[in-house]
């Protein structure tokens, strides 16, 4: 069965960076695009940033670009969020997400604390 496992959460100061992993199993990685979303604080799971299936095209939400990046290894079957610049509105639960043929994944989440 499908699989997302998030890790590389945890708490940082203001400026600091973290990279995000979601390790994905139970279908073919390479043939799907994926999203990281994440959930702040008394508000609603917002997109974050998308990856083609190949890792050519990516879009990011305006509030993270130039900050965040998303990338992927296929032969690792791994998608990455490299975060840079946190500031402390980027607190909340971080989610991997798929959706493979026909059906909506999500991982369990990880929180990303940012606080000096």
């Known amino acids: 069965q499908v699989q997302l496992v998030e890790s590389g959460g945890g708490l940082v100061q203001p400026g600091g960076s973290l990279r995000l992993s979601c390790a994905a199993s139970g279908f073919i990685f390479n043939s799907y695009a994926m999203s990281w979303y994440r959930q702040l604080p008394g508000k609603e799971r917002e997109l974050v940033a998308r990856?083609?299936?190949?890792?050519?095209?990516?879009n990011t939400a305006d509030s993270v670009k130039g900050r965040f990046t998303i990338s992927r290894d296929n032969d690792k079957n791994t998608l990455y969020l490299q975060m840079d610049s946190l500031i402390p509105g980027d607190t909340g639960v971080y989610y991997c997400?798929?959706?493979?043929?026909?059906?909506?994944?999500w991982g369990q989440g990880t929180q990303v604390s940012v606080s000096s």
């Open positions: 990856i083609n299936s190949v890792g050519r095209t990516t």
């Open positions: 997400r798929a959706w493979v043929n026909g059906r909506d994944y």
